[in-house]
């Protein structure tokens, strides 16, 4: 395909469709020019940004941009109630149509989103955005459970501001843990993934150990952003768990969700892994399937 400089493209049922990135004159002011690059580092880690924003979501006033919002963004409200106060109500809106694969070997994205793919991972060099690369030891906070995903594989999914965000378990198992790792709140939009090295590692995240019954030990890295100022889990450590059931959900701004999997547990579909070897990004809908359980 020719793009056009600085056009983002994602591959959505047999298509190339361009990606609209809310405010991205402003996200391409900050992360792109001298001036945004200068500020840009103050603004982050002050969370100032966010701050302000979250307030303003919390706000009566807000929910007057919801009708616009999904009007711009095409959003199916379908399973949805449709009725939110403010902003925030409306981003961390709840389904009530949540369905996954019946086959307990296939399994379902556990969100909305863009979707990429990588079988045989080195922990010490996994692949970010635009060439850019990160070690798992960072994102983990821990080199030694780091290493056990040597081999495995690994799904990357970006939740979009107008995807649903709340976070449901592709399988039935078990909580083993969980904790939050303090960071900053940069932006995880296709821009700044480019311009800021070991993005991953530096952003606000949850770290989430999952035995699950048909896919082995998974761990679910939940990554905040600009604007996400909460990650709100819906299990306790030590719960069992039902596939479908809610996991979380992120509060205002976009958000990813990367899950690991230990070598011949889980292989993603064929077609995912073309399209992320070719550069895209996979349009997923929650509950559809992205693999199977075993090698490939």
Same mark, same amino acid.
């Given at each position: ?10 591959? %959505? ?6 990606? /609209? ?7 391409? /002011?900050?992360?792109?020019? $001298? &001036?945004?690059?200068? +500020?840009?580092?103050?603004? &982050? ?6 701050? !302000?924003?979250?307030? #303003? ?9 919801? $009708? ?5 963004? %095409? ?10 106060? %403010?902003?925030? =109500? ?14 307990? %070997? !296939? ?6 989103? &863009? ?11 996994? !692949? ?19 290493? +056990? ?11 979009? $501001?107008? *995807? #649903? ?5 592709? =399988?039935?198992?078990?909580?083993? =843990? ?5 960071? =900053? ?14 993005? #991953? ?7 989430? /150990?999952?035995?699950?019954? *048909? ?5 679910? &890295? ?60 996979? +349009? ?7 693999? #199977?359980?075993?090698? $490939?």
């Amino acid at each position: 395909m020719n793009h056009e400089k600085n056009e983002i493209f994602v591959y %959505n049922n047999g298509q190339y469709e361009k990606e /609209l990135i809310p405010a991205e004159k402003l996200l391409r /002011l900050i992360y792109e020019s $001298p &001036v945004g690059s200068a +500020t840009l580092p103050f603004l &982050v880690k002050r969370k100032i940004l966010s701050r !302000i924003y979250g307030l #303003y979501c919390r706000t009566a006033f807000s929910a007057r941009k919801i $009708p616009q919002f999904i009007e711009e963004h %095409n959003i199916d409200m379908t399973g949805y109630s449709g009725s939110y106060k %403010n902003f925030t =109500d409306f981003f961390a809106r709840e389904r009530t149509d949540v369905s996954f694969p019946g086959e307990s %070997n !296939i399994l379902g994205s556990p969100c909305e989103g &863009v979707a990429s793919a990588y079988l045989d991972i080195d922990p010490q060099k996994l !692949i970010g955005a635009k060439g850019s690369y990160f070690s798992l030891g960072e994102l983990f906070n821990n080199e030694k459970l780091a290493e +056990t995903y040597r081999g495995g594989s690994m799904l990357h999914i970006r939740l979009k $501001p107008a *995807n #649903y965000h709340r976070l449901h378990f592709f =399988d039935e198992g078990k909580v083993l =843990d969980s904790k939050f790792i303090n960071g =900053d709140l940069f932006s995880v939009s296709p821009i700044a993934l480019g311009r800021i090295a070991k993005l #991953y590692c530096l952003n606000k995240r949850a770290l989430i /150990l999952f035995e699950s019954k *048909n896919f082995g030990d998974v761990a679910l &890295v939940e990554v905040g952003a600009t604007f996400v100022g909460s990650i709100v889990h819906c299990f306790e450590s030590g719960e069992s768990v039902s596939r479908g059931q809610q996991a979380g959900y992120f509060l205002p701004g976009g958000s990813l969700l990367i899950a690991f999997f230990k070598k011949g547990a889980f292989t993603p579909d064929k077609e995912l892994i073309k399209q992320t070897t070719a550069g895209y990004e996979t +349009t997923v809908l929650l509950g559809k399937p992205l693999g #199977y359980a075993g090698a $490939p």
